[in-house]
T-cell receptor, first 114, second 110 residues
Framework: AQSVSQHNHHVILSEAASLELGCNYS??????LFWYVQYPGQHLQLLLK??????LVKGIKGFEAEFIKSKFSFNLRKPSVQWSDTAEYFC????????????FGKGTLLTVNP | DTAVSQTPKYLVTQMGNDKSIKCEQN?????MYWYKQDSKKFLKIMFS???????INETVPNRFSPKSPDKAHLNLHINSLELGDSAVYFC?????????FGQGTRLTVV
């Protein structure tokens, strides 16, 4: 069964700092990779996803993630964070197919100080 | 025009009660899910239905019973609620590669 590890439980940054959130997964086969964001009091929203092709994926709000197959990693990055990026970020993996199932990491809380 | 809607948004109840959470999606998706987010924010899948048929049933106490009257609805009924059931429950639907989530139902058992 697949599993997802997010290395950072809580990250605190100042505005304009660069962000990188780590995500590693374990699964021997083909995976689909996702980053979801949960803003305070809101539901989960999809930031970006990787299925195939260019391993550097660009998402909404200036976020991007790079799939490195040899490292089983899918780290999330943003060059310059804003106070409004304060949220919980979840990495997730699915093995695709018709029985679509997401396995989530435990999440990383990002706090951006103005 | 909410895509995935859950009711209620908040639910506070006493131990031992039976409660239901409703979920409806207007996206025409075939697959619906229930996820549980515990106090540590860890999300875990509970159930998945595809065209009203149970596909995934993770290790969940049988006090939890999903019901899918039609493709657009997946309700979650919980019997004999326990303190440990306190969590946020998310409904989701998907068609192929992307899941849409509801706003969540925060269940507090006292």
């Amino acid at each position: 069964a697949q599993s997802v590890s997010q290395h950072n439980h809580h990250v605190i940054l100042s505005e304009a700092a660069s962000l990188e959130l780590g995500c590693n997964y374990s699964y021997g086969g083909t995976v689909n990779l996702f980053w979801y964001v949960q803003y305070p009091g809101q539901h989960l929203q999809l930031l970006l996803k990787y299925f195939s092709g260019d391993p550097l994926v660009k998402g909404i709000k200036g976020f991007e993630a790079e799939f490195i197959k040899s490292k089983f990693s899918f780290n999330l990055r943003k060059p310059s964070v804003q106070w409004s990026d304060t949220a919980e970020y979840f990495c997730a993996v699915s093995t695709g197919g018709s029985n679509y199932k997401l396995t989530f990491g435990k999440g990383t809380l990002l706090t951006v100080n103005p | 025009d909410t895509a995935v809607s859950q009711t209620p948004k908040y639910l506070v109840t006493q131990m031992g009660n039976d409660k239901s959470i409703k979920c409806e999606q207007n996206l025409g998706h075939d697959t619906m899910y229930w996820y549980k987010q515990d106090s540590k924010k860890f999300l875990k899948i509970m159930f998945s239905y595809n065209n009203k048929e149970l596909i995934i049933n993770e290790t969940v106490p049988n006090r939890f019973s999903p019901k899918s009257p039609d493709k657009a609805h997946l309700n979650l009924h919980i019997n004999s609620l326990e303190l440990g059931d306190s969590a946020v429950y998310f409904c989701a639907s998907s068609l192929g590669d992307r899941a849409f989530f509801g706003q969540g139902t925060r269940l507090t058992v006292v």
